[in-house]
């Protein structure tokens, strides 16, 4: 067999094979064609990567980032939130609308290593011209949008919606009763933005149905899954009863160690985990990237296995991509993170700025994208 790369002496972790140990991972082109005992691979192989104290596993996803910098001071080149820091796919989340779609493609989609996915914003400019792009009902286009869609269909993976006091005004729950009828006429989910009232989530989750996305799921505001004794509303597990999905879309105002800890006693856990990075956050934090991301959840008691199903395999169902991402399994498309967990004291911040202090850190150390090798910075 000929193998242009062979990742060898890396523990490999892919949730979506079962595969956890010590494997070598074989590529030839852009595929996946061998996960095998070690050094038991012969033949030609023509490059060897050294993974020894380090995790192999499939891709990492980032479903919930901002990487169209048509939006003034938040998108940013996608490799920089992609290949750069181990992650082979991105979806931006509703950067874009109708109206600037084309334009996206050309800077976001084309001209990177990163695969780039896209929630359309069901707002005609998407985030280009503010941050308030449900306040005015007139900018929900249903046939442009549903036309756009047709045109992209490898892109366009589902609708987002902005449901916050400041981004809807006056506008209530009606933005997301018209991006839900356009998802499904389009057949797609929905990913829900949800922070301060209103509208109320209770209004928001009701309208929400199996496969759509709650991201923000854990913030720290008022109003958020847990009532005020801490205890999950009833339309949130109404919502996770129906397979709605939650994801922890980070951000710089929306993920809290307190909140988070509380789900969790109430046996509540993420579908994903997504960072909403933007040029801020990311620049200056608390998110800075997706491993750190993933360290937070390390840091919070999470097992490293579970936290890699979150930003591999579960975003992948999310965007109905499973068959060709977020696995190792033969024959895909040779898409693989190398991680190291490095021992080194980290103060890690929430979006409360709440501290957390840690002895460990998963740092990117490559990204494999499509069988092109990309060292991580
Ligand atoms: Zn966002």
Known sequence: MKIDVLIEHGTVIDPSTGHSGKYDVAITGDRIVGILEPGTVGGDIQR????????????????????????????????????????????????????????????????????????????????????????????????????????????????????????????????????????RRAELPVMVHIGNAPPKLQDVLDLMEEGDVLTHAFHGKPGGILDEHGQLIPQAQRALDRGVRFDVGHGSASFSFATMNRARELGITPYSISTDLYLVNWLNGPVYSLTTTMTKFLALGYSIDQIIEWTTAAPARILRKSDDIGTLKVGTIADISILKIVDQPVELIDSENEKLSYNKLIQAQYTMKSGELYTCK
Not at 65 to 77: L, R, T, W
């Open 48 to 183: 060897r990567v050294n993974a020894e104290g380090c995790l192999v596993t499939p891709g990492l996803i980032d479903i919930h980032a901002h990487i169209f910098e048509a939006v003034p001071q938040m998108g940013v080149k996608p490799d920089n939130f992609g290949v750069d820091q181990g992650v082979t796919t991105i979806a931006d989340a509703g950067s874009s609308g109708e109206q600037n779609f084309h334009d996206f493609v050309e800077r976001s989609v084309k001209q990177n290593a990163t695969e780039v996915l896209a929630w359309l914003n069901i707002s005609s400019p998407g985030l280009v011209e503010g941050r308030s792009e449900l306040a005015d009902l007139n900018r929900l286009v249903v046939e442009s949008t549903l036309a756009r869609i047709a045109e992209y269909p490898e892109t366009i993976i589902g609708i987002k919606a902005r449901m916050s006091g400041s981004v809807v005004k006056g506008s209530g729950i009606s933005p997301l009763a018209v991006a839900k009828s356009v998802a």
